[in-house]
C-alpha cells in the first residue's frame, strides 16, 4: 500500500483545522480499505471531535473498519481530554493497521498512545512523510518543546530597504506591498493565535490588527508599551477581542478582553515576552512590529520563520529594515512583490 500516497492526503486535510483547534494541534486522519479511502476527517475546533473520531464517524460500512488501515499525521492521544483517548477508539473499533506520521512529544502522549495500540495487537507503522508532519504540527512541537510560541517575523520593505517613511500626514500605515499581498498577510492572521507589535506602530498606524480581508478568527493582540503612551481611543483597545499589553507601568485590568501584563525592559525583553505569552498559552505569534521590535527577537535568536515583502516602492530615505543574518529562503512572486520567507533551523 502506498502509505505517503494516504499520510499527503492526511496533511491536506489537517490544513483545514489550522487556527481553529488550539491549545490540540490540527491533525488529519484518512481510513483506507482495499487501496480505497473510506473514511477522512480533521480536528474539529477546541472541544470537539479529534481526527480519528472524524474519520470513523465518515464511514459507511462500518464492518470494514476491521480490516482497514487509519492514517494519522500525529500519534493518537492517550489520555482523557475533554474527548476520550483517540488510541482507545482505534482499539475498541478494532482497526488492525495504523500508520503514524510522527510522535507526539506531549508528556501525556509520547509513545503512549503507540504503546497501547500495540499492546492491543494493532500493527502500527511510524515515521510516513515524519518531516512533513513535523513541519505541519511546528506550532504544537514549538510549545512543547522550546516552551515559548512559535514566532513569526513579517515586514515589508521598499526595493532600497526601508520599512516606513521618516515622516508622514497621517495616522495610517504607509503600504509597500500589494492588495495580493496584503491578503495573504490577514490569511496568515487567522493562521496564528496572536499578533504582536510595538508602541510606536500603534501610535503611527493606529492598526486593527485583525483578518477583514480573509475569513476566520482574529488573532489575540500584544501590544508592547513600556510607558503607557498609547491612548485607550486607538482600535486595538476596541476591547472585540482579547488583547495583551507588556508594560512596565502598573495597571489594573478593568475588562476581560484588556489585560496588562508587567515586565523589566532593562533585560532579555524577548524571552520575558515569550514567558508571557506561554502563561496566556499563546501557540503561535505573528510580529509585525516596527524594525526595533523585530530586531529584539532577531538578536536573541527568538523566531522560527522571518516573512519578508518586498515592493516596487522606492523611498530614498526613511526606517531601514531589521538585519536579518543570512538563512536558507524560499522567495515567489506575488504579482509584482517579491516574499522571502526564510527559516531559523
Known amino acids: ?74 500519534e493518537p492521544c492517550s489520555h482523557y481530554g ?11 473499533k478494532k482497526i488492525p493497521n495504523v500508520v503514524i506520521g510522527t510522535l507526539d512529544t506531549h508528556s501525556l502522549v509520547c509513545g503512549n498512545g503507540i504503546a497501547k495500540l500495540k499492546e492491543a495487537g494493532c500493527t502500527v507503522t511510524l515515521g510516513v512523510l515524519e518531516d512533513e508532519c513535523k513541519k505541519h504540527h511546528k506550532r504544537f512541537f514549538t510549545v512543547q518543546n522550546k516552551k515559548r510560541p512559535y514566532i513569526i517575523l513579517k515586514w515589508a520593505e521598499t526595493k532600497d530597504g ?45 492598526p486593527k ?38 508594560t512596565e507601568k502598573e495597571q489594573e485590568s478593568t475588562h476581560d478582553n484588556l489585560v496588562y501584563e508587567l515586565i523589566n525592559f532593562s533585560e532579555r525583553v524577548g524571552v520575558q515576552i515569550c514567558n508571557v505569552l506561554q502563561k496566556h498559552k499563546i501557540q503561535s505569534v505573528i510580529i509585525e512590529g516596527g524594525t526595533r521590535t523585530l530586531q529584539t527577537f532577531i538578536d536573541g535568536d527568538l523566531w522560527d520563520e522571518a516573512r519578508v515583502f518586498t515592493g516596487e516602492a522606492i523611498f530614498n530615505k526613511g526606517m531601514k529594515g531589521p538585519n536579518l543574518p543570512k538563512k536558507n529562503f524560499k522567495e515567489q512572486t506575488i504579482k509584482n512583490d517579491i516574499l522571502r520567507t526564510y527559516w531559523n533551523d
Request: glycine share 6%; net charge positive; charged share 20%.
Open 1 to 74: 500500500m502506498n502509505h505517503e500516497k494516504y499520510m499527503k492526503r492526511c496533511l491536506e486535510l489537517a490544513a483545514k483545522g489550522i487556527g481553529t483547534t488550539r491549545p490540540n494541534p490540527a491533525v488529519g486522519a484518512v481510513i483506507v480499505y482495499n487501496d480505497k479511502i473510506i473514511g477522512e476527517g480533521y480536528t474539529s475546533p477546541y472541544g470537539g471531535p479529534h481526527a480519528e473520531v472524524n474519520a470513523v464517524n465518515s464511514v459507511k460500512e462500518i464492518s470494514l473498519l476491521e480490516k482497514a488501515t487509519i492514517y494519522v499525521t500525529l
Open 82 to 92: 475533554k474527548t476520550p483517548p483517540c488510541a482507545d477508539l482505534i482499539i475498541s
Open 162 to 206: 526601508f520599512i516606513a517613511p521618516i515622516t508622514k500626514n497621517e495616522q495610517k500605515p504607509v503600504w509597500i506591498s500589494n492588495t495580493y499581498s496584503k491578503q495573504l498577510v490577514h490569511k496568515w492572521r487567522a493562521e496564528e493565535h496572536a499578533i504582536l507589535v510595538g508602541t510606536n506602530t500603534v501610535l503611527a498606524d493606529n
Open 209 to 246: 490588527l485583525d483578518v477583514r480581508s480573509w475569513t476566520g478568527n482574529n488573532p489575540v493582540r500584544v501590544i508592547l508599551d513600556k510607558n503607557l503612551r498609547i491612548s485607550q481611543q486607538v482600535n486595538v483597545f476596541d476591547k472585540t477581542v482579547k488583547t495583551i499589553v507588556i
